[in-house]
């Protein structure tokens, strides 16, 4: 199975500033037929099941703010915020679905400094 | 819009059994992958189980195989999570949760979850 690994654990960020959130696959994750990377972003708030951020690494789903990014490619990875809002205190997990089956980072937890 | 309410989550001893149910209303169910994802106690998400659209092909995760059966009626709208010998590593939320027409890919809808408990 692919091993996604999430850095930080968990960060804390002022309101306004930027946070950036990395997630590394064990092995590649790019769909040659299409070039694209098959990792996606989620957002989990307290109480809440998790919601669909962003899909092909960086693609945001329909109703996402702009201020949330998905960059990178192949095996790194990269979600930012660009301005945290107070609303955007969640846990951020990604995931790959490049090979079956498909398989989580640990989440990272996002609070407010 | 997509919809997906699960239910049928309990308390149950281990080596009991346990069935869970979802939903579906909004789209057309039978053309999605479906997969059921669940959380343990202030834990990540894991992977459970999926099974395709119209063949219905499925899989699971090692910790579930041979305990654990997936189905899906297309003319019901609903899937289902047949779940055998539970144990209490099996505790958590239980979120049925939406992939891809041809794939599982990314979940785009999700449930509100069905909490499971394995306890004596």
């Known amino acids: 199975d692919i091993v996604m690994t999430q850095s930080p654990d968990s960060l804390a960020v002022s309101l306004g500033e930027r946070a950036t959130i990395n997630c590394k696959s064990s092995?590649?994750?790019?769909?040659?037929?299409?070039?694209?990377?098959?990792l996606t972003w989620y957002q989990q708030k307290p109480g809440q099941p998790p919601k669909l951020l962003i899909y092909w690494a960086s693609t945001r789903e329909s109703g996402v703010p702009d201020r949330f990014s998905g960059s990178g490619s192949g095996t790194d990875f990269t979600l930012t915020i660009s301005s945290l809002q107070a609303e955007d205190v969640a846990v951020y997990y990604c995931q790959q679905h490049y090979s079956p089956p498909i398989t989580f980072g640990q989440g990272t937890r996002l609070e407010i400094k | 819009q997509v919809q997906l309410v699960e239910s049928g989550g309990g308390l149950v001893k281990p080596g009991g059994s346990l069935s869970l149910s979802c939903a579906a209303s909004?789209?057309?169910?039978?053309?999605?992958?479906m997969t059921w994802i669940r959380q343990s106690p202030g834990k990540g998400l894991e992977w459970v189980s999926d099974?395709?659209?119209?063949?219905?092909?499925?899989k699971y995760a090692d910790s579930v195989q041979g305990r654990f059966t997936i189905s899906r009626d297309n003319a019901k709208n609903s899937l289902s999570l047949q779940m055998n010998s539970l144990r209490v590593e099996d505790t958590a939320i239980y979120y049925c949760?939406?992939?891809?027409?041809?794939?599982?890919?990314?979940?785009?809808?999700w449930g509100q979850g069905t909490l499971v408990t394995v306890s004596s």
């Open positions: 909004g789209f057309l169910f039978r053309d999605f992958y």
């Open positions: 949760a939406r992939g891809l027409p041809g794939a599982v890919g990314w979940l785009d809808s």
């Open positions: 099974i395709s659209s119209y063949t219905s092909h499925t």
């Open positions: 092995q590649s994750v790019v769909d040659n037929s299409n070039n694209k990377n098959n």
